[in-house]
Nanobody
Framework: QVQLVESGGGLVQPGGSLRLSCAAS????????MGWYRQAPGKQRELVAA???????NYADTVKGRFTISRDNAEKATYLQMNSLKPEDTAVYYC?????????WGQGTQVTVSS
């Protein structure tokens, strides 16, 4: 069983930055593929970025060059550094952990980009 708790969301102006954190509990954290997803009002949840246990990265085209995902296996944490934020980045951001058929979600953190 893995529990995920996101933090770091908030209100930011266009062009600003935020850093999201996801704290995990449970064992075998280093084996999990960790991901950040987001869901805007009226839209489907979409992948933002993911990082495998071996450090392979995957980004949505809409965030490439602006967002950076990272992980600290010793701290059982995953991060999403978001720069050059745009109003269209406004959404609830969810942390996700996958290992084989196991799938866990956090409760989400709101990110609002507005002037």
């Amino acid at each position: 069983q893995v529990q995920l708790v996101e933090s770091g969301g908030g209100l930011v102006q266009p062009g600003g930055s935020l850093r999201l954190s996801c704290a995990a509990s449970g064992s075998m954290f280093s084996l999990y593929t960790m991901g950040w997803y987001r869901q805007a009002p009226g839209k489907q949840r979409e992948l933002v970025a993911a990082i495998t246990g071996g450090g392979l990265l995957n980004y949505a085209d809409t965030v490439k060059g602006r967002f950076t995902i990272s992980r600290d296996n010793a701290e059982k944490a995953t991060y999403l550094q978001m720069n050059s934020l745009k109003p269209e980045d406004t959404a609830v951001y969810y942390c996700n952990a996958k290992l084989g058929g196991l799938l866990y979600w956090g409760q989400g953190t709101q990110v609002t980009v507005s002037s």
